[in-house]
């Protein structure tokens, strides 16, 4: 069985540590903010995510930019060269042009390296909901399974991959086209937070309204004792735009409620929160179907 290697991207929103923990490559995306472009490493070592949420508060438009071919191929070319494999698990196609970029780059070093095998694996998932599912391969390969199982363990359970999260500023989805100029302003005026799930396809979806922010927090629970599958044996990921103590909140919820051992809480990365906003709160667990 030859070694190989699992490689995702930054809008997966893996800590330093966890990345560690999986043995992991993670390839930056980029953001723009106050007109200079930004690789989003997971240690943020470019901007601390605090002030880059503090930039979005006070009005500092951000924006973003996928993966590259020749980003792709400069960090694959050593791990293949060194003999090993690669199974590339990519952020969302329905949310970004990456997935196709790894495309391309992955035919061209097939040609350059016909011996070594690359798998890709369009995860149609965002943030720490890719993070989880990342995580769940890495755990498969340390079991023993080779990369052809992992890969295919991936594709058929992607879709249990649930994504729930809320957002504090609707504005940030105005701008992005995910709710209509009238519905931001309507839902600013009487406190309505948005419950937003990504779908099978990967995209982001309003699936309901709440009335406050307590509300709004409690629903990403409410739907997670739902769907989710064995809650109970699960290791949860939380991801929150620079919000930790309402994290902390949905955690501790999370435990209470379903007896959850692990849960993983990060930070949203300005890849991701530039488009979701500060105080944007996610939820990710396994469950029957998103």
Do not use: C, K, W
């Given at each position: 069985?030859?070694?190989?290697?699992?490689?995702?991207?930054?809008?997966?929103?893996?800590?330093?540590?966890?990345?560690?923990?999986?043995?992991?490559?993670?390839?930056?995306?980029?953001?723009?903010?106050?007109?200079?472009d930004n690789p989003n490493y997971p240690?943020?070592?470019?901007?601390?995510?605090?002030?880059?949420?503090?930039?979005?508060?006070?009005?500092?438009?951000?924006t973003t930019a996928a993966i590259n071919v020749s980003a792709y191929t400069e960090t694959l070319t050593p791990i293949l060269e060194a003999g090993k494999d690669i199974l590339l698990m990519v952020f969302s196609s329905g949310l970004s042009t990456t997935y196709q970029s790894a495309l391309i780059a992955a035919e061209e070093l097939r040609e350059a390296f016909p011996q070594r095998v690359?798998?890709?694996v369009d995860t149609l998932c965002a943030s720490l909901g890719q993070g989880l599912l990342v995580w769940h391969a890495c755990r498969k390969r340390g079991e023993g399974l080779t990369l052809d199982e992992v890969c295919a363990w991936a594709e058929e359970n992607k879709l249990h991959l649930c994504h729930w999260f809320t957002v504090d500023d609707l504005n940030h989805l105005k701008r992005g086209g995910r709710v209509s100029a009238a519905t931001a302003l309507l839902g600013t005026m009487l406190s309505i937070k948005p419950v937003l799930h990504v779908d099978d396809e990967g995209h982001l979806i309003n699936m309901s309204k709440v009335r406050g922010r307590a509300a709004a927090l409690s629903a990403l629970v409410d739907q997670m004792e739902n769907t989710a599958v064995e809650p109970a044996g699960q290791t949860v990921f939380i991801s929150h735009g620079d919000a930790p103590d309402d994290a902390r909140l949905v955690a501790e919820d999370v435990k209470a409620r379903f007896g959850v051992g692990r849960v993983v809480i990060n930070t949203i990365g300005p890849v991701i929160g530039a488009h979701s906003g500060p105080g944007t709160i996610a939820l990710f667990f396994l469950g029957t179907n998103r």
């Open positions: 069985m030859n070694e190989f290697v699992i490689v995702t991207d930054s809008a997966a929103d893996l800590s330093p540590e966890l990345i560690e923990e999986m043995e992991t490559v993670v390839i930056p995306l980029t953001y723009n903010i106050q007109g200079r240690d943020h070592r470019e901007m601390d995510p605090h002030t880059f949420y503090e930039l979005l508060r006070r009005g500092e438009p951000a690359i798998r890709t």
